[in-house]
């Protein structure tokens, strides 16, 4: 058993974000952590799930499963790993990438908001995505229809960067409207997933997945977002790194705008209104 032979194994079966495994593994090694777990390290009681499915997993069929599906798995270890995922209080054990690695490390914005945007939203996810991009900035989403969408397509038509981060498998395409949308990500950009191959999307993932988009990219940009938004949730996470937030305003009276309107009066995101603005801030700080 290698390092990332065990890495592997406990990345099949722990969900991404989890505290203890993530301090543990980052402390004393995935090696070291899988023969722990197989010693009576840990306590067989609490983990007996945990361990009988390690025992069950099978190394290679999941090495399969990445090569069939074009993408590798990438470690802490990896020259190409992130190291801005290193600043996360629970980085991820690994990640399964499929496309241009060195889209990951490229000076990057995440864009995010609701999956129901108005005309207004699509409009400027769309051109900001496009005037970052032709600053040289890649865009970082999650894939979503709406607001993620219109970022992720903004960037591709300025012929720019984009990065997906799915909270489904590499090869699913969840939703399933967007997976044109994914094919083209890939080929010039990257889809990245903290699950394997084959794993369908829970409510859980699009939680845990968002603080690897707001860890991923220096700055965070909430365009629409409702009072109660998941988008608000990655505006927090990256506030928690210290990454610039921002968001865009919209009318008073529209509930799409609702949470931008929150994260502005709780003093939690700067107000932008254009381009220019956004990189006048993020410049400043």
Known sequence: MTDMDARLALFANIEGGHTFWSSQISEF??????????????????????????KATKIDQIKDSLTNTGSIFL?????????????????????VVKGDLSALSERSLAIVGTRNPTPYGVRIAGDFAAGFVDREWSIVSGGAYGIDSAAHKGALIAEGRTVAVLAAGIDVAYPAGNARLFAEIA?????????????????????????????????????????????LRTARDAAELMRPVMAIPGPISAPTSEGCHRLIGERAAEIVTSVTDAIELISAL
């Open 29 to 54: 090694g995935a090696l070291a952590v899988y023969e722990k777990l197989f010693n009576a390290g840990y306590d067989r009681i609490k983990f007996e799930k945990l361990i009988t499915n390690l």
């Open 75 to 95: 470690t802490p270890e990896s020259p190409e790993w992130p190291d801005y995922l290193d600043d996360l209080s629970s980085p991820p054990i690994g990640l």
């Open 187 to 231: 080929e010039n950009g990257a889809l990245i997933s903290e699950v394997l191959p084959g794993a369908h999307a829970i409510p859980s993932r699009f939680l845990t997945r968002n603080r690897i988009i707001a860890a991923l990219s220096q700055a965070t940009l909430v365009v629409e977002a409702a009072f109660r938004s998941g988008s």
